[in-house]
């Protein structure tokens, strides 16, 4: 038996197929993966994303702290509310996690990190945390729930009092704010539209029925892993971990190398990385008939020139109707590969992700 979140009971009463995710109970679908991902990109589906670890670091020195922890600079952040994506590094440069920061007000932010990380996350922030005097609180007492799709948010709407109703369709993307005992953020894990809603987890199985009755359909690990993966983001454990950097993931954009002197955890070993030849990670479409899968093969060039690399998440995509992957390969790579799938090489091209996002093909299909 693994952790259950506050929603475990609705997920068994609803018939979800229940399978063990990083320790955690969590619902796989709910009979179909393939109509729980539909329903995300043509209207709208909903999350159990409560395994997520919630994290408050409060204190005067709040941002100075997590300008040193965080390969992203804090100081993009102005605007209360305004979130920003990070990986959070070993000296080495390996990803410890990559996690979303919001600044509240300048002595609280909040982190939202991984579920399987979530442990060591909370040791490490809290051995670096100390020298600066503030505080860090897991508020495992909240539940958090994701409304994705094209219609997702104007349904949530009626879940909230009337008169906070244009404040919460006018929140911009990436920024969240209070409304009452809820935070309500424009994020998500999908390449759609729509709300993260933290609340407290006694709240949470009444709240998911009520987006329920608004005809938002409850959706499991499977379709949100192949709406991510669609989307082009990345997994932690599949495109990035310990061993590998942001530059060889495709989080090159989320490290902030200015200011020059701001010192944060692993910067001096990307800076050398940034010089190196190294890998990439790209996007891949199979061109022959099978499935992609993370640790299969990738041969680029030929002859002496090959090389090789590894699917690092791949799936069969219901928006585009083919195989897709993520795939760690050198730098010099050709735009055609190949992919050893069960001992058979396979053509496939690399293009650059998302491959859908908002619902639209991105890549000629």
């Known amino acids: 038996m693994g952790l259950k979140t506050p929603l475990y009971d609705s997920h068994v009463l609803q018939g ?3 399978v063990d995710f990083g320790g955690w109970d969590m619902p796989l679908h709910y009979g ?5 991902h539909h329903a995300v990109r043509r209207d709208a589906g909903m999350f159990d994303v409560s395994h997520m670890g919630v994290v408050d670091v409060t204190g005067a020195r709040s941002r100075e702290f997590l300008k040193s922890l965080l390969a992203n600079d804090v100081d993009r952040l102005k605007v209360p509310g305004k979130a920003l994506y990070s990986c959070m590094l070993l000296p ?3 990803v410890l996690d990559d996690l979303i920061v919001y600044f509240l007000t300048e002595s609280w932010f909040r982190l939202v990190i991984n579920a399987g990380t979530r442990g060591k996350d909370l040791a490490w922030i809290r051995e670096r945390a100390a020298r600066f005097a503030v505080a860090v609180r897991d508020r495992s007492d909240l539940a958090m729930i994701a409304a994705q799709g ?8 009626a879940l909230l009092p009337e008169s906070r109703r244009a404040a919460a369709l006018d929140l911009k993307p990436f920024v969240g704010a209070e409304f009452g005992a809820w935070f309500i953020a424009r994020t998500g894990y999908t390449g759609e539209d729509g709300f993260e809603i933290m609340l407290p987890a006694a709240d949470a199985p009444a709240t998911w029925a009520a987006l329920g009755r608004q005809g938002i359909a409850p959706a499991g690990l499977g379709a949100r892993d192949t709406l991510r993966l669609e989307a082009g983001m990345c997994l932690y454990g599949n495109d990035l971990d310990e061993a590998h950097h942001p530059l060889e993931s495709g989080l090159e ?7 020059i002197d701001r010192e944060f955890i692993g910067r001096a070993a990307l800076e050398q990385a940034r010089s190196a030849a190294g890998n990439q990670l790209v996007g891949l479409l199979l061109e022959d008939r099978g499935v ?3 640790h299969q093969k990738v041969i680029t060039g030929a002859g002496s020139d090959a090389a090789f690399g590894e699917v690092t ?3 069969f995509s219901p928006t585009l109707n ?11 790579a050709a735009a055609r590969v190949q992919v050893d799938i069960r001992g058979k090489l396979h053509a496939a091209s690399i293009v650059k992700p998302p491959f859908v996002r908002h619902g639209k093909a991105l890549i000629p299909t």
């Open 253 to 259: 954009w989320t490290v902030a190398f200015d200011p």
């Open 16 to 18: 979800a197929k229940i």
């Open 313 to 315: 998440s791949g799936t």
């Open 32 to 36: 179909s993966q393939i109509e729980e």
């Open 150 to 157: 094209p219609q997702a948010r104007v349904k949530v709407l």
């Open 292 to 294: 992609l899968r993370s």
């Open 322 to 332: 083919r195989s897709i992957a993520l795939a760690r390969v050198p730098r010099a």
């Open 92 to 94: 080495s440069g390996g």
